[in-house]
């Protein structure tokens, strides 16, 4: 892994992180100038660095835990400056930004990446099933992040007293856009992600890989995640209980991810 | 500086000295011209609006008053107005202007007009040629520090009106009021104006329903909306993404479950309730539903003194920036003052240079090109380290000291130098503050 640029990439959403935690601490937005500048260096920094990670490697070495992060952490960033493009708005950056900086940090301080040996991973399609789930999840943390801001500026304007932060958020239509887009973006990109997994794994192990507890929760989250859109398109469904469900798919999501330790089919190693 | 500004405002004088005061639009270019055609008096400007008057003028002396004036524009004895009356002078009545252009000293703190104000009245004598140099350099001055204290402080951006916070409020919920509709409960004066502020922001559709459905069909007709059988207020409220309830009614008319069943109708998109009717419209029980925001008109008048306050705060900071302003502004005109000195020292010596090449030319006989080249650049360079000095103690001492005038008579008296000239042009005030950056 070329750390020097994927260290650099840290440095610059480093000032995504502390922009983050100056608004959520309500100390102002002192970085507003400089953080999309900042993340948009560490953005590009992010990609030089995983660009020449696969051509240092000879080939995508997608499933070392170190590379994965790091991809995850920059499909988040891209669909992150999407929404920005779009919205003009860096917000969503409170949760984004610090969940970035915490993956891309990970991924900078592993040593030396876990080497592939499983022949299967070193198949093309494994790329476009890990693209697209990452893209989802992408798609899935920005929605998550904005309904965590529709809460705030929610309460905030229920409260009846306007503070310094929720002056600076965007006003609630615009939140709940986002959030609902990035929920828009992302379900396709998960869907195809959870065929082409599937369509592989049965591949290779036959239909007996549902059991597997990683598997199980990727279906769990497609599951939750269909049903915030679902209860979108049928009630409207938004604030608090959209937030609620959305909290849980990306706690699912989580889980999903960390089952990579437990499972038996999604493995990097061959055992 | 010679800076003198006599004034009453909302703070020092009741409404009916303030009128007794004030001069009307018409008469203003006339005033101006006879105060700057007073003795003693260089330039002058007056700013008169319905909180102040401001009669503000430069004077050769600095010890001139403009009791005169006064007594001749408004023909009555100001004995009893005295104590109305503020008098600054010099740097004070620098930061007094500085202090209105930024809306420090105004009755709302930070709002916006008091700048075009003090913009026109600067128009007017100017058009009247009352103003030259340096009430130009004190204006310009003052516009830059109203722009500074309006894009440094947030002075002036939070709204202090009920109306318009409604409308910032109803902008923090639906982003843009593009095309949102407008629900009117009741047809009062409030309502009313609430809507004109909404339907400014874009909003489009107006509805109105009136226990008195006359008054409805009246008030619908103003903003082109339309009217509504309160009957049927239940049934059509859904309709809209802000209601603005005024009605008489003892009770409230909107309850919890009516707002469960707007919301069922609306799947779920967000609704403003501004209540402004005492006894309150809106039960406060609607404010805990998902997507419904109700304002009663303590909330809006809470937000308003909030930001009141907050404007207090920033004004803290302004008054900080105006001070900083202050000693420039006072540091460049005191350059000012030593700027003709250095020009006629500098004529001076290029006299004298002048007329000595002339005087041994004949002795030198036909010079080449290069020898006259040679000659100019001699005296030049020796002209050039005598001036040195006394131009960069003139510079300090305007600078520093109080002793400037001290300053510059003694180096007219060493160098022999003519009395200053009485006006002084824009031109040499540039030369004073390219000096000064150049002294930095």
Same mark, same amino acid.
């Given at each position: 892994?070329?750390?020097?640029?994927?260290?650099?990439?840290?440095?610059?959403?480093?000032?995504?992180?502390?922009?983050?935690?100056?608004?959520?601490?309500?100390?102002?937005?002192?970085?507003?100038?400089?953080?999309?500048?900042?993340?948009?260096?560490?953005?590009?920094?992010?990609?030089?660095?995983?660009?020449?990670?696969?051509?240092?490697?000879?080939?995508?070495?997608?499933?070392?835990?170190?590379?994965?992060?790091?991809?995850?952490?920059?499909?988040?960033?891209?669909?992150?400056?999407?929404?920005?493009?779009?919205?003009?708005?860096?917000?969503?950056?409170?949760?984004?930004?610090?969940?970035?900086?915490?993956?891309?940090?990970?991924?900078?301080?592993?040593?030396?990446?876990?080497?592939?040996?499983?022949?299967?991973?070193?198949?093309?399609?494994?790329?476009?099933?890990?693209?697209?789930?990452?893209?989802?999840?992408?798609?899935?943390?920005?929605?998550?992040?904005?309904?965590?801001?529709?809460?705030?500026?929610?309460?905030?304007?229920?409260?009846?007293?306007?503070?310094?932060?929720?002056?600076?958020?965007?006003?609630?239509?615009?939140?709940?856009?986002?959030?609902?887009?990035?929920?828009?973006?992302?379900?396709?990109?998960?869907?195809?992600?959870?065929?082409?997994?599937?369509?592989?794994?049965?591949?290779?192990?036959?239909?007996?890989?549902?059991?597997?507890?990683?598997?199980?929760?990727?279906?769990?989250?497609?599951?939750?995640?269909?049903?915030?859109?679902?209860?979108?398109?049928?009630?409207?469904?938004?604030?608090?209980?959209?937030?609620?469900?959305?909290?849980?798919?990306?706690?699912?999501?989580?889980?999903?991810?960390?089952?990579?330790?437990?499972?038996?089919?999604?493995?990097?190693?061959?055992? | 500086?010679?800076?003198?500004?006599?004034?009453?405002?909302?703070?020092?004088?009741?409404?009916?000295?303030?009128?007794?005061?004030?001069?009307?639009?018409?008469?203003?270019?006339?005033?101006?011209?006879?105060?700057?055609?007073?003795?003693?008096?260089?330039?002058?400007?007056?700013?008169?609006?319905?909180?102040?008057?401001?009669?503000?003028?430069?004077?050769?002396?600095?010890?001139?008053?403009?009791?005169?004036?006064?007594?001749?524009?408004?023909?009555?004895?100001?004995?009893?107005?005295?104590?109305?009356?503020?008098?600054?002078?010099?740097?004070?009545?620098?930061?007094?202007?500085?202090?209105?252009?930024?809306?420090?000293?105004?009755?709302?703190?930070?709002?916006?007009?008091?700048?075009?104000?003090?913009?026109?009245?600067?128009?007017?004598?100017?058009?009247?040629?009352?103003?030259?140099?340096?009430?130009?350099?004190?204006?310009?001055?003052?516009?830059?520090?109203?722009?500074?204290?309006?894009?440094?402080?947030?002075?002036?951006?939070?709204?202090?009106?009920?109306?318009?916070?409604?409308?910032?409020?109803?902008?923090?919920?639906?982003?843009?009021?593009?095309?949102?509709?407008?629900?009117?409960?009741?047809?009062?004066?409030?309502?009313?104006?609430?809507?004109?502020?909404?339907?400014?922001?874009?909003?489009?559709?107006?509805?109105?329903?009136?226990?008195?459905?006359?008054?409805?069909?009246?008030?619908?007709?103003?903003?082109?909306?339309?009217?509504?059988?309160?009957?049927?207020?239940?049934?059509?409220?859904?309709?809209?993404?802000?209601?603005?309830?005024?009605?008489?009614?003892?009770?409230?008319?909107?309850?919890?479950?009516?707002?469960?069943?707007?919301?069922?109708?609306?799947?779920?998109?967000?609704?403003?309730?501004?209540?402004?009717?005492?006894?309150?419209?809106?039960?406060?029980?609607?404010?805990?539903?998902?997507?419904?925001?109700?304002?009663?008109?303590?909330?809006?008048?809470?937000?308003?003194?909030?930001?009141?306050?907050?404007?207090?705060?920033?004004?803290?900071?302004?008054?900080?920036?105006?001070?900083?302003?202050?000693?420039?502004?006072?540091?460049?005109?005191?350059?000012?003052?030593?700027?003709?000195?250095?020009?006629?020292?500098?004529?001076?010596? *290029?006299?004298?240079?002048?007329? *000595?090449?002339?005087?041994?030319?004949?002795?030198?006989?036909?010079?080449?090109?290069?020898?006259?080249?040679?000659?100019?650049?001699?005296?030049?360079?020796?002209?050039?380290?005598?001036?040195?000095?006394?131009?960069?103690?003139?510079?300090?001492?305007?600078?520093?000291?109080?002793?400037?005038?001290?300053?510059?008579?003694?180096?007219?008296?060493?160098?022999?130098?003519?009395?200053?000239?009485?006006?002084?042009?824009?031109?040499?005030?540039?030369?004073?503050?390219?000096?000064?950056?150049?002294?930095?």
């Amino acid at each position: 892994m070329p750390l020097i640029w994927l260290r650099v990439a840290v440095g610059f959403y480093a000032v995504g992180l502390v922009y983050s935690l100056l608004l959520l601490s309500r100390k102002g937005n002192l970085l507003a100038k400089v953080v999309e500048p900042a993340v948009g260096l560490g953005l590009i920094f992010h990609f030089v660095s995983l660009v020449e990670a696969t051509v240092l490697i000879g080939h995508i070495s997608l499933a070392s835990i170190q590379y994965s992060e790091s991809l995850l952490a920059f499909l988040a960033m891209v669909v992150f400056f999407v929404f920005f493009v779009g919205y003009r708005t860096t917000t969503p950056g409170i949760i984004i930004f610090p969940i970035v900086f915490v993956l891309t940090l990970a991924s900078a301080l592993g040593q030396r990446p876990v080497s592939i040996t499983s022949p299967t991973l070193r198949n093309g399609w494994i790329f476009v099933h890990i693209v697209l789930i990452f893209t989802g999840y992408a798609g899935l943390f920005l929605s998550f992040g904005a309904s965590l801001l529709y809460l705030v500026q929610e309460r905030a304007l229920k409260s009846k007293r306007p503070t310094p932060l929720v002056n600076w958020l965007p006003p609630l239509q615009t939140i709940d856009d986002i959030c609902y887009h990035a929920l828009l973006f992302g379900f396709p990109f998960m869907t195809f992600g959870i065929v082409t997994g599937s369509v592989l794994l049965i591949e290779k192990y036959g239909p007996m890989f549902f059991v597997d507890p990683k598997i199980v929760l990727s279906f769990l989250m497609w599951a939750v995640y269909l049903l915030l859109l679902y209860t979108r398109w049928s009630s409207g469904w938004r604030g608090r209980r959209a937030a609620f469900l959305a909290t849980f798919a990306f706690i699912i999501a989580i889980c999903a991810w960390a089952a990579n330790n437990f499972s038996r089919v999604h493995r990097f190693i061959a055992s | 500086m010679n800076f003198v500004l006599i004034g009453v405002n909302h703070r020092t004088a009741p409404v009916e000295v303030r009128e007794r005061f004030a001069i009307p639009e018409s008469h203003l270019p006339e005033a101006v011209r006879s105060l700057a055609s007073s003795p003693g008096v260089e330039e002058a400007m007056i700013v008169s609006t319905c909180n102040r008057v401001e009669i503000l003028a430069r004077t050769t002396d600095g010890m001139s008053s403009l009791d005169g004036f006064l007594r001749q524009l408004y023909g009555f004895d100001l004995a009893p107005y005295r104590k109305y009356l503020y008098e600054y002078r010099e740097a004070d009545a620098v930061r007094h202007l500085f202090r209105v252009a930024a809306s420090l000293d105004s009755m709302i703190v930070g709002e916006p007009q008091i700048l075009g104000q003090v913009k026109e009245a600067y128009a007017t004598a100017r058009a009247v040629g009352a103003v030259n140099s340096q009430l130009d350099a004190l204006l310009t001055r003052a516009f830059a520090v109203a722009k500074r204290v309006r894009n440094e402080t947030a002075v002036a951006t939070s709204a202090v009106s009920v109306a318009s916070v409604a409308v910032d409020l109803a902008k923090k919920i639906f982003g843009n009021l593009d095309g949102k509709a407008v629900y009117l409960v009741g047809a009062g004066k409030m309502c009313e104006l609430a809507a004109r502020h909404l339907l400014a922001h874009g909003a489009k559709q107006i509805y109105v329903a009136n226990r008195t459905y006359e008054r409805a069909v009246t008030l619908a007709r103003k903003f082109n909306g339309e009217a509504v059988v309160f009957d049927q207020l239940y049934e059509t409220v859904p309709r809209a993404d802000i209601v603005i309830s005024s009605t008489g009614a003892p009770h409230a008319i909107f309850r919890k479950e009516h707002g469960e069943r707007f919301l069922n109708r609306r799947r779920n998109r967000p609704m403003f309730f501004i209540d402004i009717a005492v006894p309150r419209d809106v039960d406060p029980e609607m404010n805990k539903l998902d997507g419904i925001f109700v304002y009663d008109i303590d909330d809006l008048q809470q937000v308003v003194s909030s930001h009141v306050a907050d404007r207090h705060v920033e004004a803290e900071h302004a008054e900080a920036i105006v001070q900083m302003e202050v000693e420039k502004f006072q540091a460049r005109l005191q350059t000012l003052d030593v700027v003709p000195t250095i020009v006629s020292l500098q004529e001076h010596l *290029e006299t004298v240079r002048q007329a *000595e090449i002339d005087r041994v030319r004949g002795r030198l006989g036909a010079m080449t090109p290069e020898q006259e080249l040679a000659v100019e650049a001699l005296t030049r360079g020796i002209i050039n380290k005598i001036m040195h000095t006394p131009i960069t103690t003139l510079k300090s001492a305007a600078r520093e000291s109080q002793e400037v005038t001290t300053v510059i008579d003694l180096v007219r008296r060493l160098f022999g130098l003519r009395e200053a000239k009485p006006t002084i042009v824009r031109d040499e005030a540039n030369v004073a503050a390219g000096g000064k950056r150049g002294a930095n």
